[in-house]
């Protein structure tokens, strides 16, 4: 069974101080995991996935196949980053293909304080 | 490109109704997907469909719920004889057939509310 878990539910931070969002994975094969932002009133978008290895908005995330993490990091933490934060893991087949069902941790919701 | 689309975004219902959510995907996206999202938890995995095929319905409860992709037309997503217990955001995404394309754009969801 594959499972995401995300300890914190809610996290607040300074502008301009560090931030992690927290996510850790429990699935049997080799996972896919994103990053996905929701903003006050927006629709759910990708923020990033881990095989692109890229920084968007100047979060990061590194999968840790060890500790099973892909915790979301940012450096300098910006008011506008200030939203809900939900890490997930895509796995699942159909007539042996690999499709992206995704399994959600229950979210954090970030906010930067001025 | 207008993005996955979801309607109606706002649905009432008293219990015993039935809830009719539909979704159209992006243009050139023949996947669909569909979550469901309790109060205060995450979204759940409910349905895996193509056209005109359910690939993947593990996550859909056993009765009153079903969900079809036609070749012509929105994905829609059907609750028979609604309860309380329904009352979620109801989200549709959709992605394309590629392989290594395989990100999900997601609507911005139907919140049903059982009276």
């Known amino acids: 069974a594959q499972r995401v878990t995300q300890p914190e539910k809610l996290l607040s931070v300074f502008k301009g101080a560090p931030v992690e969002l927290k996510c850790n994975y429990s699935?049997?094969?080799?996972?896919?995991l994103f990053w996905y932002v929701q903003y006050s009133r927006q629709r759910l978008q990708l923020l990033l996935r881990h095989i692109s290895r890229e920084s968007i908005k100047g979060f990061t995330a590194d999968l840790n196949k060890g500790e099973t993490s892909f915790h979301l990091k940012k450096p300098f933490a910006q008011e506008e980053d200030s939203a809900m934060y939900y890490c997930a893991l895509s796995g699942g087949y159909a007539g042996g293909t690999s499709y992206g069902k995704l399994t959600f941790g229950q979210g954090t919701i970030l906010t930067v304080h001025p | 490109n207008a993005g996955v689309m979801q309607n109606p975004r706002h649905l009432v219902r008293r219990r015993g109704q039935e809830a009719r959510l539909r979704c159209s995907p992006m243009k050139g996206h023949s996947h669909v997907y569909w979550y469901r999202q309790l109060p205060e938890e995450g979204l759940k995995f409910m349905v895996y469909?193509?056209?005109?095929?359910?690939?993947?319905e593990s996550g859909m409860p056993k009765e009153r719920f079903s969900a079809e992709f036609p070749k012509e037309g929105p994905s829609i997503l059907r609750i028979q004889q609604v309860v309380r217990g329904d009352s979620a955001a109801y989200f549709c995404?959709?992605?394309?057939?590629?392989?290594?394309?395989?990100?999900?754009?997601f609507g911005p969801g139907t919140r049903l509310l059982v009276l």
């Open positions: 699935y049997s094969g080799s996972p896919e």
């Open positions: 469909l193509q056209k005109e095929n359910i690939i993947d």
């Open positions: 995404a959709s992605s394309t057939e590629e392989v290594g394309q395989e990100t999900q754009y």
